[in-house]
């Protein structure tokens, strides 16, 4: 099946520690995003590449790293940087970044 | 002023009901429109694109006023299956790429 996969769905973290959520796409798209949600809250932007070795931080980067070494990965580390993690974490893909943009499943992060 | 704005509702509707949603956005230059839907706890899905002419899917109808800079969601004979969270999302190019913006989202809640 075609999609977009994020792992794990659940995933706490410990103070002072770095997680980092999985994002694999196998729809051969060019432009992956990063969104996180909080509750009653819309989506956030916080990191987005439009191409393999490059991205863009978004609204709200602060405390967070990605890579893009492949086409199909655009991994998101949750740095000990980052206070207040807690929330819901969304990855999206698009053709081209003019297309519509397509969801995994989200990862929820807590802290212990 | 907020990029993407709208009204969070929530809507609370009889089934059968006709409801309308709109989103208004800032950016002038703001190039293409969708509608999501995402249910309680999981990830955002792609409703509907909106084009200029304004489109129609079944009993869902989105529009779009480039004057007045709004977008808007029309649904007819509603359905309990149709609660759910209503976001509109705005693709703006900014610098080199493009972005997505969401809405913070439209709650509703249709009753039998």
């Known amino acids: 099946d075609g999609g977009i996969t994020q792992s794990p769905k659940y995933l706490f973290r410990k103070e002072g520690q770095n997680v980092t959520l999985s994002c694999e796409q196998n729809?051969?798209?060019?432009?992956m995003y990063w969104y996180r949600q909080d509750p009653g809250q819309g989506l956030r932007l916080i990191y987005y590449?439009?191409?393999?070795?490059?991205?863009q931080k978004g609204d709200i980067a602060e405390g967070y790293s990605v890579s893009r070494e492949k086409k199909e990965s655009f991994p998101l580390t949750v740095t000990s940087a980052q206070k207040n993690p807690t929330a819901f974490y969304l990855c999206?893909?698009?053709?081209?970044?003019?297309?519509?943009?397509?969801f995994g499943d989200g990862t929820r992060l807590s802290i212990l | 002023r907020k990029e993407v704005e709208q009204d969070p509702g929530p809507f609370n509707v009889p089934e059968g009901a006709t409801v309308a949603f709109n989103c208004t956005y800032s950016?002038?230059?703001?190039?293409?429109f969708f509608w999501y839907r995402q249910d309680c706890r999981k990830e955002p899905k792609l409703l509907m694109s909106v084009y200029s002419s304004g489109n129609e899917d079944g009993r869902f109808t989105a529009q779009l006023n480039r004057a007045s800079q709004y977008i808007s969601l029309l649904i007819r004979d509603s359905k309990l299956s149709d609660s759910a969270t209503y976001l509109c999302?705005?693709?703006?190019?900014?610098?080199?790429?493009?972005?997505?913006?969401f809405g913070s989202g439209t709650q509703l809640t249709v009753l039998p």
């Open positions: 950016n002038s230059a703001s190039q293409s």
């Open positions: 999206a893909s698009s053709i081209d970044g003019v297309q519509p943009q397509h």
């Open positions: 590449s439009q191409i393999v070795n490059d991205f």
């Open positions: 999302a705005v693709n703006t190019l900014s610098g080199s790429a493009r972005q997505l913006t």
């Open positions: 729809l051969n798209h060019d432009a």
